[in-house]
T-cell receptor
């Protein structure tokens, strides 16, 4: 595997379910990001981790819970989501938060029913 | 408040034509302006980027033009090809935070035969 991978690629969940999105980067980077991509809206930065420490939370509802156990892995735990949370969730990595370009994964298409 | 405004929302260009996408920013502290290309089912990928010390940067058929006084920058795709059909995002960031990006809303480009 190279670059940034995300699993699953598609996810359908009910509003009462609990699920997790996984991101793994094989680039030796130390910064990782979660974005939400909705139609006709700018990419919304959700969370930023630098060297496993969360450095940014952009007022994301608590039903989204990130976890970064090491610099290569990032999770987004989901629970009690709303239909408006349906979107493409993108993970990205960079050398650090102050250095290097962002490399994006293919995303997880989430549908909340 | 949207800090990076992108237009048009969609664009149809004939093969061989020139595709032009425009972005305007508000924050004068921005000093790094990348463009990302996103194909369906893929994450955004860095296409070309510019810093305000130059007014133009060219890489192959892709050119960024930058107007610091107007706080505008644009992407020109020369000799557009069907394979260029994708969504294009402009972005901006501040010095020292090259990997913390503010994105535009995207332009869906379709190049027809």
């Amino acid at each position: 595997e190279t670059g940034v991978t995300q699993t699953p690629r598609h996810l359908v969940m009910g509003m009462t379910n609990k699920k997790s999105l996984k991101c793994e980067q094989h680039l030796g980077h130390n910064a990782m990001y979660w974005y939400k991509q909705s139609a006709k809206k700018p990419l919304e930065l959700m969370f930023v981790y630098n060297f496993k420490e969360q450095t940014e939370n952009n007022s994301v509802p608590s039903r989204f819970s990130p976890e970064c156990p090491n610099s290569s892995h990032l999770f987004l735990h989901l629970h009690t989501l709303q239909p408006e949370d349906s979107a493409l969730y993108l993970c990205a990595s960079a050398q650090t938060v102050t250095l290097g370009e962002q490399y994006f994964g293919p995303g997880t298409r989430l549908t909340v029913t | 408040q949207q800090q990076v405004k992108q237009s048009p929302q969609s664009l149809i260009v004939q093969k061989g034509g020139i595709s032009i996408i425009n972005c305007a920013y508000e924050n004068t502290a921005f000093d790094y302006f990348p463009w990302y290309q996103q194909f369906p089912g893929k994450g955004p990928a860095l296409l070309i980027a510019i810093r305000p010390d130059v007014s133009e940067k060219k890489e192959g058929r892709f050119t960024i033009s930058f107007n610091k006084s107007a706080k505008q920058f644009s992407l020109h795709i020369m000799d557009s090809q069907p394979g260029d059909s994708a969504t294009y995002f402009c972005a901006a960031s501040k010095s020292g935070t090259a990997s913390k990006l503010t994105f535009g809303t995207g332009t869906r480009l379709q190049v027809t035969l």
